[in-house]
């Protein structure tokens, strides 16, 4: 009987450290989706864009069957949602107003990494003398709205004592904004470093960049995956992740600086246009990728943002759709604390 029982428990002991063992199925496909830009063929202008330029994700699945596909959507945040909802998209990197909109309509995502920072910037009609945010005051302004512009435009006016109601505010997409300054219908218009190169021109000049404010003044967002895809195969997502932190630590390294405009800039902007946009910014910071407090309390104002602009009806729980786990696993195996330690909800670092 002992001799049946030990046969059984062994039996029962190999069976269970086999099934341990076992590894997920690959998946057949992972699907990334990112913000694109450019003509022709859309290129992303972020951590995901050095990802798949420089092969970090693919490389954690080499021998492996997963293939690896990249889409940037020129309809930007909206597309993503609809790309997503419609089970079309395993990842996602897309700003924090359109993805928050997206979770309080339903989308099944987690947010698993922060995507970095994105440079906003204010130009105005050079015929006007608008020099600083409060010169806005009785002006029309072109933004996109319901984007990660429109919350730093309304963030920059906080700040310089002013309210959405001192200005009007015109909602056009970006090329209809260029349109709308060059043929001074606007007084001025916020967006990304595609106004750069409206002061070369003549037509607008710069006169807000929100990195000038700190961290805090720039846009921000996240990379997300669907909880279908995390909860079926949770070691593919944390070799995702680990290849994202990889690009992040990547563009970290000054000498790789160059290199990392010249990949942006397949999206359409000239590699002195990103240069200028970076000036001053260290990479390695602007593109931290961590879930700490800072970036949660900046998720929290876009949260509030979006209940103010009623864009979404209902609060989401951001406890419950963050799960820092995969991107803490991957800066401790890659041995990155040091480059990025935990930050305080105001940004500062941690001892």
Excluded: C
Excluded at 91 to 115: C, E, Q, R
Excluded at 251 to 262: I, P, Q, S, Y
């Amino acid at each position: 009987m002992r001799r049946l029982l030990s046969t059984l428990l062994l039996a029962a002991t190999v069976a269970l450290g086999a099934a341990a063992a076992k590894a997920e199925d690959a998946p057949a496909t992972i699907r990334f989706g990112d913000v694109g830009f450019g003509f022709g063929t859309p290129f992303g202008v972020g951590l995901q864009a050095i990802a798949d330029a420089k092969g970090f994700v693919v490389d954690e699945f080499k021998g492996t069957p997963t293939k690896v596909e990249f889409t940037y959507f020129t309809g930007t945040g909206p597309a993503i949602n609809e790309a997503l909802s419609n089970g079309q998209l395993d990842f996602a990197s897309y700003g924090a107003v359109p993805n928050i909109i997206g979770k309080a309509n339903g989308l099944d995502t987690v947010i698993l990494a922060s995507y970095g920072g994105t440079t906003i910037f204010g130009a105005a009609r050079p015929d006007l003398d608008i020099k600083s945010i409060a010169d806005l005051k009785g002006k029309k302004v072109a933004i996109q709205k319901a984007t990660i512009i429109h919350w730093g435009l309304i963030t920059a006016l906080k700040n310089a004592g002013l309210s959405e109601k001192d200005i009007t505010i015109v909602d056009l997409k970006n090329a209809d904004q260029l349109a709308a300054i060059a043929a001074k219908s606007v007084d001025a218009v916020f967006g990304a470093d595609f106004l750069l190169p409206l002061e070369d021109k003549g037509v607008a000049k710069i006169f807000y960049k929100s990195s000038d404010a700190g961290a805090s003044g720039d846009g921000f967002g996240a990379f997300l995956v669907t909880d279908k895809f995390r909860k079926a195969y949770p070691q593919a997502t944390q070799k995702v992740v680990t290849g994202f932190v990889k690009a992040a630590q990547w563009l970290a390294d000054d000498k790789n600086r160059d290199e990392a405009f010249k990949i942006w800039s397949r999206a359409g902007s000239p590699i002195e246009v990103i240069a200028k946009s970076n000036a001053g910014s260290s990479l390695g910071q602007k593109y931290n990728p961590r879930l700490d407090a800072f970036f949660r309390s900046r998720y929290q104002s876009g949260i509030a943002f979006d209940r103010e602009q009623k864009l979404i009806r209902r609060d989401v729980d951001l406890d419950a759709w963050v799960d820092r786990t995969y991107v803490d696993n991957a800066v401790k195996s890659l041995k990155l604390e040091t480059l990025w330690p935990d930050r305080s909800a105001t940004g500062a670092l941690q001892n």
